[in-house]
C-alpha cells in the first residue's frame, strides 16, 4: 500500500509546485502593477488568496503524512473544484487553471447555429469578465486534469479518516 502513500506525496508536490509558481506570477503581476478596475483587483484577491491556500495546505500535506486530514483533501478538492469548469456567455468570462490544464470545450455561435469543440494543453490561467454586453457565443470547457484530481482528492477525503489504506505502510 505504499503506491497510496507514494500518490498523496506527488500530488501534494505538484499542487505545491504549481501554487509556488503562481506566487511567482502574482509577484510579476503586482510588479507590472495592471490592474485596470475594482473588479479586476477583487478577482487577484480571490486568486491569491486560492493560491495562499493551496501552498499551506499542501505544505500541511507534506509534513503531517502520518496523521493526514480527511480536511487536507477537500481543500484540495475544492480547489480542484473552482478549475473544472471554464465559462464564456452573454459577457461572463471565467477561466482559472492552477498548473496545468488539459481542456476539452465545446463552443456554440448563436447567430449562425455553428458548433465547435476541441482540446487544448494550457498552464496558469487566470481570466474572470464580466462585461454587460449581449454575446453571439457560448463556450463551455472542462479541465479533465482538474477534474481527475478532484475525484482523487473526494475519494482521498472519504477514506483517510478511517486511515485503511494508510496504516499498513507504515
Same mark, same amino acid.
Given at each position: +500500500? ?6 498523496? %506525496? &506527488? ?6 509546485? +504549481?501554487? #509556488? ?14 490592474? =485596470?478596475? *475594482? ?24 509534513? @503531517? #503524512? =502520518?496523521? #493526514? %486530514? ?6 484540495? &478538492? ?7 469548469? @471554464? ?19 465545446? &463552443?456554440?455561435? @448563436?447567430?449562425?447555429? $455553428?458548433?465547435? *469543440?476541441?482540446?487544448? !494543453?494550457?498552464?496558469?490561467?487566470? $481570466?474572470?469578465?464580466?462585461?454587460? =454586453? ?11 486534469? &482538474?477534474?481527475? !484530481? ?5 475519494? #482521498? ?8 489504506? !494508510? $496504516?499498513? =505502510?507504515?
Amino acid at each position: +500500500m505504499k503506491n497510496y502513500r507514494l500518490l498523496i %506525496k &506527488a500530488t501534494a508536490v505538484y499542487q505545491l509546485c +504549481m501554487g #509556488l509558481i503562481s506566487l511567482f506570477y502574482i509577484l510579476v503581476a503586482v510588479i507590472q502593477n495592471s490592474f =485596470d478596475n *475594482y473588479l479586476v483587483i477583487v478577482g487577484f484577491l480571490a486568486f491569491c488568496s486560492i493560491v495562499v491556500v493551496t501552498v499551506i495546505n499542501n505544505i500541511q500535506i507534506l509534513v @503531517h #503524512l =502520518d496523521r #493526514l %486530514k480527511p480536511l487536507y483533501f477537500s481543500v484540495n &478538492a475544492i480547489i480542484c473544484l473552482i478549475q473544472v469548469l @471554464h465559462i464564456f456567455t452573454n459577457g461572463f468570462y471565467f477561466k482559472y487553471v492552477q498548473g496545468l490544464g488539459f481542456i476539452g470545450y465545446i &463552443a456554440v455561435v @448563436h447567430s449562425s447555429k $455553428e458548433v465547435s *469543440y476541441g482540446t487544448f !494543453l494550457t498552464n496558469l490561467i487566470w $481570466e474572470f469578465t464580466i462585461k454587460f =454586453d449581449k454575446s453571439d457565443g457560448t463556450l463551455i470547457g472542462v479541465n479533465f486534469i &482538474a477534474f481527475i !484530481l478532484l475525484v482523487y482528492y473526494y475519494w #482521498l477525503s472519504k477514506n483517510v479518516s478511517n486511515n485503511k489504506y !494508510l $496504516e499498513s =505502510d507504515q
